[in-house]
């Protein structure tokens, strides 16, 4: 598990047996029956944490007691930028947060800089010689935070770790990691800072809510962050049981897009749909870039074929969760090439882009909840010179998820 300076570790049993033939993982801590998961060794084994490598009944787990053994760094935060007056003052709260040791959600808005008002509390850690995680349901947020972190921490040292990465882990004063890789640490850190805290696979998901539990220390602060707080977090919120910092207006104190619906007919698709192809067409002649939000893995790769047929002259590709070239398709976009992205919810969150429209077709699909369409218009309009960006939600019915997204951005907009 967690690797520091410390030559004597602990060490335990991997899987532990518990009453009725059941038996508790040390590594994820969920409970299975002895009877389904066994194998014909006579071992049984953890089906929840397999993918970091099986456990066994036979198998040991090591834990290194965590020493923060750094070197002290005298100005540890690089970062010239200002901070708003709204954000200085999120910022003062989190260094409160950080003083007391305690829980707290910042509830923001897409694109209103929580990455940034994260510094003041980072620095003051990072002279503390505290260690720290940043860690993200998603690759993506992963991938786009962890250049920002070394940028602004250039002296300090920082690791990037998530399940298909090419770098090697490194015992780091930060990590920036996928909430899956907390599994490997046991009370390692005190700052732990749970970037888009209602994500899938995060949100509803007992094993990976442990994971975040055994990965701090018995004292520590727990940020989490979030524009678009599940109803968990709202309720912790109303009854008392969570303090929470409110940011509704982006660092550049534009309003965050409405976006526009448009009905299209029963059963029509890309290559069919007038109304689209027009839409598209002008984006093309204006050579205006943008975000194809579709509703499956199956659709992107469909409809990025069909492109190719209807606008032959739109420089675009597809990427989904388990496209193999996801990170380097993510990267290449943002550097800009291709005019378009055709994408699966994967992008709804966490990531951004200069200038970019966002569509979203067949926006009345289940797949799109309010708070998926909430997070998915957030990707448009982020600079401030491009604040204008325009979202459109197409679909065959107007939907209460939709009008609830709408509704939620137009009242932002008027907090």
């Known amino acids: 598990m967690t690797t520091a300076a410390d030559p004597n570790p602990n060490k335990f049993p991997a899987l532990i047996s518990g009453a009725q033939n059941s038996f508790t993982c040390q590594r994820c801590q969920m409970t299975n029956s002895r009877q389904v998961y066994w194998l014909p060794s006579h071992v049984y084994y953890c089906p ?43 910022a003062g709260e989190l260094c409160q947060v950080w003083r007391q040791q305690g829980e707290h959600l910042v509830w923001a808005v897409t694109g209103s800089g929580k990455t940034e008002m994260l510094f003041p509390m980072l620095q003051q850690a990072v002279l503390h010689r505290d260690r720290i995680a940043l860690a993200a349901p998603r690759i993506d947020v992963c991938t786009e935070l962890y250049p920002r972190i070394q940028a602004a921490f250039p002296r300090v040292s920082c690791g990037l770790l998530y399940g298909s990465g090419q770098l090697k882990y490194q015992y780091t004063q930060i990590l920036v990691c996928t909430v899956h890789q907390l599994l490997k640490f046991r009370q390692a850190f005190d700052v732990l800072v749970l970037d888009e805290c209602d994500s899938f696979p995060y949100l509803n ?69 007038w109304t689209l192809q027009q839409h598209l067409k002008k984006l093309v002649q204006q050579q205006q870039r943008f975000l194809l939000f579709v509703p499956s893995i199956a659709s992107s790769e469909k409809i990025s074929r069909q492109l190719t047929y209807v606008l032959p002259t739109l420089s675009q590709n597809f990427v989904h969760a388990k496209d193999p070239q996801r990170v380097a398709k ?44 909430v997070q998915i218009a957030g990707r448009a309009g982020r600079s401030a010179q491009y604040s204008n960006n325009q979202v459109t939600f197409y679909g065959r019915k107007y939907t209460r998820a939709i009008q609830q997204a709408i509704t939620t951005i137009i009242e932002l907009n008027h907090g």
């Not at 198998?59 to 007691?65: H, R, S």
């Not at 018995?218 to 989490?224: A, D, G, K, Q, R």
């Open 330 to 373: 993510v990267a290449a976009f943002r550097r800009g090439h291709w005019q378009a992205l055709i994408t699966t919810t994967v992008l709804e969150r966490g990531v951004s882009f200069d200038n970019i429209d966002v569509i979203v077709w067949q926006a009345d699909n289940e797949r799109f909840n309010m708070q998926t369409l």
């Open 48 to 90: 929840h944490c397999i993918g970091l490598g099986r456990l066994t009944s036979q198998d040991w787990l090591v834990a290194y007691p965590e020493v923060n053994a750094f070197a002290p760094v005298a100005k540890p935060l690089a970062w010239q930028g200002t901070l708003t007056s709204a954000q200085r003052q999120v």
């Open 205 to 273: 998901n007992p094993m990976l809510h442990a994971a975040v539990k055994q990965a701090v220390k018995p004292h520590h602060t727990l940020i989490y962050l979030s524009a678009t707080p599940s109803l968990e977090y709202q309720q912790r919120i109303q009854q008392q049981q969570l303090n929470y910092s409110l940011l509704n207006r982006r660092f550049h104190g534009h309003d965050l897009p409405v976006p526009r619906y448009q009905t299209v007919g029963f059963g029509k698709t890309i290559t069919t749909n």
